[in-house]
């Protein structure tokens, strides 16, 4: 069956029988997307799973946009249906080509770390990275939480046991083990838990917007090592720059990015054949762990 009417029919069965047509929507990696025409009614986008992976995935993503608009202000998609099959959404612009948006996604992903911080790591519920369930157990160490709950637990996944020989594996658990090391000790505050550059966009005003998120309570340099390990564009140069200057980093952030983003390699390499370079980034990561003979 076609994506386009896999999705039609999930929107009559949904209710939604105004619907005229779908059409398919670039960007998305992990589910069916697309824009649905409404006679009655404004456009949609709508998201579904071929499979859908278990009953939670998109109440769960729909939690984790309503978080960050009203406990982090930023601005999100309104939620017009999540159920077991379907989320659908207002519509969305694509963001516009400009030095001025990026300093302005600035702002605002500082006053989302910056105004959430928590005592503890983790959310009150586990919610959906791509097509894999995100552990959220609640720790009161930061470093324990993203060692055991986002990196080592890919290890035992068929692809990542398949991408990564034994040593690498153990180059993993010794990084972990050194983390305290490595990376400095921050509070946990709300993030976006997969801010890739495709799930940045625009409201229909010209402001920042997010989509697809994978909330947790958790270090603030997660959504930043992302942004800045998936080729952001030339015009968001002032967005780092920016950032940094609001949230006071210091100057060796740049060094910390490639073991903070291990987590997402890691995700990626475990759902996705074409891993789109993450394997190579992976062992690059690990290689000063490797034991050396």
Same mark, same amino acid.
């Given at each position: 069956m076609r994506p386009s009417t /896999?999705?039609?029919e999930g929107l009559f069965r949904a209710g939604m029988r105004d619907v005229v047509t779908v059409e398919p929507a670039t960007g998305g990696v992990a589910a069916l997307a697309g824009i649905a %025409?409404?006679?009655?009614?404004? #456009?949609? /986008?709508v998201k579904a799973f071929a499979d859908t992976p278990a009953d939670d995935v998109f109440v769960a993503e729909a939690e984790g946009l309503a978080a960050l608009r009203d406990l982090g202000g930023m601005a999100t998609p309104e939620v017009i249906l999540a159920d077991r099959e379907l989320l659908v959404l207002s519509v969305l612009c694509p963001r516009p080509r400009s030095e001025t948006f990026w300093e302005q996604f600035a702002h605002a992903l500082a006053r989302l770390h910056l105004s959430t911080t928590h005592p503890r790591f983790g959310w009150h519920r586990d919610n959906w990275l791509g097509r894999c369930r995100q552990i959220n157990t609640w720790d009161d160490d930061g470093f324990a939480f993203f060692a &055991? $709950?986002?990196?080592?637990? =890919? @290890?035992? *996944?068929?692809?990542?046991?398949?991408? !990564?020989d034994a040593?690498?594996?153990?180059?993993l658990e010794r990084l972990c083990h050194r983390l305290p090391d490595l990376l400095p000790d921050r509070p946990a505050c709300l993030t976006h838990g997969d801010l890739w550059a495709q799930n940045v966009l625009a409201t229909p005003d010209g402001q920042p917007a997010v989509i697809d998120p994978a909330v947790s309570y958790m270090w603030a340099?997660?959504?930043l090592a992302h942004v =800045? #390990? %998936? #080729?952001?564009p030339p015009e968001a140069r002032r967005f780092f720059e920016v950032y940094a200057e609001l949230t006071s980093l210091d100057s060796d952030w740049r060094a910390?990015?490639?073991?903070? &983003? !291990?987590? &997402? $390699? @890691?995700?990626?390499?475990? *759902? /996705?054949d074409d891993d789109w370079g993450a394997g190579e980034q992976v062992r690059a990561t690990l290689a000063p762990f490797r034991t050396r003979t």
């Amino acid at each position: 069956m076609r994506p386009s009417t /896999f999705l039609l029919e999930g929107l009559f069965r949904a209710g939604m029988r105004d619907v005229v047509t779908v059409e398919p929507a670039t960007g998305g990696v992990a589910a069916l997307a697309g824009i649905a %025409t409404r006679r009655d009614a404004p #456009s949609v /986008f709508v998201k579904a799973f071929a499979d859908t992976p278990a009953d939670d995935v998109f109440v769960a993503e729909a939690e984790g946009l309503a978080a960050l608009r009203d406990l982090g202000g930023m601005a999100t998609p309104e939620v017009i249906l999540a159920d077991r099959e379907l989320l659908v959404l207002s519509v969305l612009c694509p963001r516009p080509r400009s030095e001025t948006f990026w300093e302005q996604f600035a702002h605002a992903l500082a006053r989302l770390h910056l105004s959430t911080t928590h005592p503890r790591f983790g959310w009150h519920r586990d919610n959906w990275l791509g097509r894999c369930r995100q552990i959220n157990t609640w720790d009161d160490d930061g470093f324990a939480f993203f060692a &055991q $709950h986002r990196l080592l637990r =890919w @290890l035992g *996944q068929p692809r990542v046991e398949a991408a !990564l020989d034994a040593e690498d594996r153990a180059a993993l658990e010794r990084l972990c083990h050194r983390l305290p090391d490595l990376l400095p000790d921050r509070p946990a505050c709300l993030t976006h838990g997969d801010l890739w550059a495709q799930n940045v966009l625009a409201t229909p005003d010209g402001q920042p917007a997010v989509i697809d998120p994978a909330v947790s309570y958790m270090w603030a340099e997660v959504d930043l090592a992302h942004v =800045w #390990s %998936t #080729s952001p564009p030339p015009e968001a140069r002032r967005f780092f720059e920016v950032y940094a200057e609001l949230t006071s980093l210091d100057s060796d952030w740049r060094a910390r990015m490639p073991i903070v &983003q !291990l987590r &997402q $390699h @890691l995700a990626v390499l475990a *759902q /996705f054949d074409d891993d789109w370079g993450a394997g190579e980034q992976v062992r690059a990561t690990l290689a000063p762990f490797r034991t050396r003979t």
